[in-house]
């Protein structure tokens, strides 16, 4: 074995992130499959690589902003599961408290500003957030996560022209997983790779393999280290795959079956584990153990999230202002 090493440490906590985003994600698929439970959720199965090297190479104060595909972010910035599931299903141990639903959880104590149900709105309001960390002197970096689809709307333009012009501390990664909902991105982006788009800005753009957590990790590293050196942001492409369509229950007919069994063959979570008995950074007990720990946490928050209440009448006018105002009838 090699944990003594420092890197060894770093690679069993990406695979400790990758496990449980995946038994989360099974978990909901096969309960709501089953009629077991009923939420709404669109599937991050396949991408946990990259949420994994974000919540390794962040700070925790460096804060997020995601999308409603964020299972995997959330967990990966140290959201409690118990939180996110709590919030999908509507129950008051949710982030939100069970209003904000799936595509709005938010945990600003972790780091987590914002998630988004609207394509391509992140970008702008972490270009906010990063503005503000910089007029405060703050050693701190935004990360902002989106799909190919978000980098044709007009907001993800003006985002990264604003973020690069005044060399602000944030990351735009893009996990390309190849579909913008339904429609590949060969018919969406007469460009290739998407990160082509960053020459436009003036900024660095790198292209990663986003199954490899090192690969991914590697360059958020380098990109981290440029931003809080006040050198303005970098768009970091990761090239993936999600295996579970758009939303669960999402057919796929518009998937070819060779790509799609293709991309499943190289899992990126088998993939890793391999890679940690190979490098004899964990042995297969080890690493049978993490993947215990990552079911045995799921069906803890789950059953606890299960067991709490729904959000009652009151919560209406909570949340609604920072400040509640009364207003005469």
């Known amino acids: 074995m090699s944990d003594g090493h420092p890197a060894a440490g770093v690679e069993r906590r990406l695979y400790e992130l990758m496990a449980l985003m995946k038994a989360a994600d099974d978990r909901l ?24 090297a974000m919540g390794v190479a962040l700070r925790p104060d460096d804060q997020l902003v995601t999308t409603y595909r964020g299972l995997h972010d959330l967990i990966g910035k140290g959201v409690p599961l118990e939180e996110i599931y709590g919030e999908m299903m509507g129950r008051t141990v949710g982030a ?28 702008p309001v972490a270009v906010g957030l990063a503005m503000s960390a910089k007029r405060k002197g703050l050693d701190r970096v935004t990360v902002v996560s989106f799909g190919d689809g978000a980098t044709n709307t007009g ?57 490899d957590p090192l690969a991914v990790k590697a360059a958020l590293d380098e990109a981290l280290r440029r931003a809080r050196r006040g050198e303005g942001p970098t768009l970091i492409e990761c090239v993936t795959f999600r295996f579970r369509g758009h939303y669960f229950g999402d057919r796929m007919p518009y998937i070819p079956e060779d790509q799609l069994a293709a991309a499943m063959a ?64």
Request: hydrophobic share 40%; proline share 7%; with cysteine.
């Open 29 to 52: 698929s096969t309960g709501i499959g089953t009629g077991e439970f009923l939420c709404v959720y669109w599937p991050s199965r396949g991408q946990e690589a990259i949420a994994a």
């Open 96 to 123: 939100c408290r069970g209003k904000g639903g799936t595509m709005h959880i938010a945990n600003p104590d972790k780091g987590v500003m914002l998630s988004t149900g609207i394509v391509g709105a992140g970008p």
């Open 155 to 211: 907001s993800f333009h003006e985002a990264a022209n604003m973020a690069a012009l005044w060399d602000l501390p944030l990351v735009f990664v893009c996990q390309n997983n190849l579909f913008a909902e339904m429609t590949p991105t060969s018919d969406t982006m007469k460009l290739e790779h998407v990160a082509d788009r960053a020459s436009g800005y003036g900024m660095p753009g790198v292209r990663v393999d986003g199954n």
């Open 266 to 329: 190289a899992d990126p979570v088998p993939r890793f584990r391999g890679h940690l008995a190979e490098a004899g950074i964990c042995g297969q007990d080890e690493l049978d153990r993490i993947d215990g720990d990552a079911l045995a946490a799921v069906e803890n928050a789950l059953a606890a999230v299960m067991s709490a209440e729904p959000p009652s009448i009151d919560e209406l006018e909570r949340d609604v202002y920072a400040t509640p105002i009364k207003f005469p009838v």
